[in-house]
């Protein structure tokens, strides 16, 4: 009984440790999908940096497991570059700034504008990408929109829906003009293929979107364009510049490695650091 009794606590001893290291190994899980755990050489034992995205085509999203787009490929060219130890969350945008408030640990967001408020409580990479003029999508019928008009001729429209995002920002001129006009609109938190569906089903107009944003949404919704159309203004300038947020816990030279690794020529739609917005 006694020689029977040892192999099997052995047996039990080395399988825990098995269950053990692969827990330790394991990949970070994004609902379905996975994405590699951590890269990067730590700089700081047992700390690393969490980088947030969410899947908004064509700034960033999954592509054979790693993130990539407009945004996404060069932020994970200058994290592998910079030796920061990292790992990707897919995070929601709300929940990604409650973290950039104030969690522990060190946390950085894709995309975001550079905005005083938000220059409050984080701090920002080098510009990544400017967006291109904001654009309206609207159903491919409805005459009340058309191209080369103003901007201002549609939200004074006293029939038309505008279709806001909660918590989303248009750049500064479309927020000034949305604020002054006070078009009639409906807010929804749905992403922005809930959105175009909001839009077919009549619930509201027209929505305001990048314009690479835009196109790449028709391209998956609507390739046809038989059911909605793109609206481009007389009177609306490039989009706002987009960074990555780090929350104030990130060292300031971690940043600073990261800004230094990045490889701004090569990045889509670069622009002068000097145009900050979201």
Sequence with gaps: MKSEFKPRMLNALLAVAGIYVLLL??????????????VGAELTPG????????????YYMLIDGEVGGLIGDPVRRALERSGLVHRWEATPPQRQLLLLRGADGYHAGLG?????????????SEPIYQDRPNVALAR???????????????????????????????GPLLDAAIAQAKPRSEMTSGDNLAMLRMIGAGRADYLFLGGE??????????????RFKLVQFTDVPPGGVRHVMFNRSVPPDWINRFNGALDLASSPNRTDPGHQER
């Excluded at 504008?113 to 409580?121: I, K, P, S």
């Excluded at 058309?146 to 995002?165: F, I, M, Q």
């Excluded at 196109?215 to 919704?221: F, I, K, M, P, V």
């Design 213 to 226: 944003e835009a196109r790449a949404l028709l391209d998956q919704a609507d390739p046809g364009r038989r």
């Design 112 to 124: 975001w504008f550079m905005t005083t408020g938000r220059m409050q409580f984080a701090a920002f």
């Design 47 to 58: 700390v690393l940096l969490r980088v947030h995205y969410h899947e908004r085509i064509p």
């Design 140 to 170: 491919r019928e409805d005459d009340r929109l058309a191209s080369g008009r103003s901007v201002s001729e549609a939200l004074a429209h006293p029939e038309l829906r505008l279709l806001l995002k909660k918590s989303y920002t248009y």
């Design 25 to 38: 190994l394991r990949p970070t899980m994004f609902g379905d999908r996975f994405v590699d755990a951590q």
